[in-house]
């Protein structure tokens, strides 16, 4: 392994390009490898056992191609795989993505926390556990949220259709002082402005995404892998999918 092999960051699709983009802001000069698994998006809604094998699969492709590091930029690969990765790969550095709660909660004394997140990564233990640790804080609502992860990977990031879908899945909440949101899916800081305008801008919005970036650096370091070069790194991007429409998708979500 050298310093200048790259990072490789993973996702059922689109959605990990929210951590890449964090990860390339704070680490400016590492070589990066995206993989977006799109082809077997969404992973929420499949079972665990399978979002298993294609997380191995995934870190089996990344290593082949030289990967220094794993960032699964996923909350549902994490949740379910990232343990039995480690496990195998004991020798990689592997960062996962959990919803950020614990800011959400700590943002204000006794907050309505609303977490948004796929079906998969709400049903395990992991986060159930993580709830339960501020229980006595925060009055905290799971919202699993199907659908939204095949709208963001069509390309729907804005406009009618999504304020439609967003205004069904927040309908219950319509009457309630919502303090903080938290996405707990990487596809959804793609759609932060909706989210936000949905609560009519008055929720403050929480992602995972930097806690993740600065983790990632803080692993490389005390391994003294960080990459030294001065130049600015390169980026590499795969996408299982491949069709012109979702590598034009990947490329705007980067860039905008
Ligand atoms: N972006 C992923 C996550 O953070 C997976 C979404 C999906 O494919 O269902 O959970």
Same mark, same amino acid.
């Given at each position: 392994?050298?310093?200048?092999?790259?990072?490789?960051?993973?996702?059922?699709?689109?959605?990990?390009?929210?951590? !890449?983009?964090? !990860?390339?802001?704070?680490?400016?000069?590492?070589?990066?490898?995206?993989?977006?698994?799109?082809?077997?998006?969404?992973?929420?809604?499949?079972?665990?056992?399978?979002? +298993? #094998?294609?997380?191995?699969?995934?870190?089996?492709? !990344?290593?082949? +191609?030289?990967?220094?590091?794993?960032?699964?930029?996923?909350?549902?690969?994490?949740?379910?795989?990232? #343990?039995? !990765?480690?496990?195998?790969?004991? #020798?990689?550095?592997?960062?996962?993505?959990?919803?950020?709660?614990?800011?959400?909660?700590?943002? +204000?004394?006794?907050?309505?926390?609303?977490?948004?997140?796929?079906?998969?990564?709400?049903?395990?233990?992991?986060?159930?556990?993580?709830?339960?640790?501020?229980?006595?804080?925060?009055?905290?609502?799971?919202?699993?949220?199907?659908?939204?992860?095949?709208?963001?990977?069509?390309?729907?990031?804005?406009?009618?259709?999504?304020?439609?879908?967003?205004?069904?899945?927040?309908?219950?909440?319509?009457?309630?002082?919502?303090?903080?949101?938290?996405?707990?899916?990487?596809?959804?800081?793609?759609?932060?402005?909706?989210?936000?305008?949905?609560? &009519?801008?008055?929720?403050?919005?929480? &992602?995972?995404?930097?806690?993740?970036?600065?983790?990632?650096?803080?692993?490389?370091?005390?391994?003294?892998?960080?990459? &030294?070069?001065?130049?600015?790194?390169?980026?590499?991007?795969?996408?299982?999918?491949?069709?012109?429409?979702?590598? #034009?998708?990947?490329?705007?979500?980067?860039?905008?």
């Amino acid at each position: 392994m050298k310093k200048t092999d790259p990072i490789a960051v993973f996702d059922s699709g689109v959605g990990g390009i929210s951590v !890449l983009k964090e !990860l390339m802001a704070l680490l400016p000069n590492e070589n990066f490898l995206y993989y977006g698994d799109s082809i077997n998006a969404p992973y929420g809604t499949k079972s665990a056992e399978e979002i +298993k #094998d294609l997380t191995k699969k995934n870190a089996e492709i !990344l290593l082949e +191609k030289g990967a220094k590091a794993i960032v699964i930029a996923c909350n549902t690969a994490t949740s379910v795989a990232a #343990d039995s !990765l480690r496990k195998l790969y004991p #020798d990689i550095p592997i960062i996962g993505i959990e919803p950020a709660v614990k800011p959400a909660v700590l943002y +204000k004394i006794h907050p309505t926390v609303i977490v948004m997140a796929t079906p998969l990564t709400l049903s395990q233990d992991k986060f159930d556990e993580l709830a339960r640790r501020y229980d006595n804080e925060a009055n905290i609502i799971a919202l699993p949220c199907p659908g939204l992860v095949k709208l963001i990977e069509r390309g729907v990031v804005e406009g009618p259709e999504l304020d439609a879908h967003l205004k069904e899945i927040f309908a219950p909440f319509r009457y309630l002082k919502v303090d903080s949101v938290v996405l707990g899916c990487t596809h959804y800081p793609h759609i932060k402005d909706a989210v936000s305008k949905a609560f &009519d801008h008055k929720a403050v919005i929480f &992602d995972g995404g930097s806690g993740t970036a600065r983790e990632t650096k803080r692993r490389l370091e005390s391994i003294d892998m960080l990459n &030294d070069q001065t130049q600015k790194g390169e980026l590499h991007i795969i996408n299982t999918l491949g069709t012109k429409e979702i590598m #034009d998708l990947t490329y705007f979500l980067l860039n905008r």
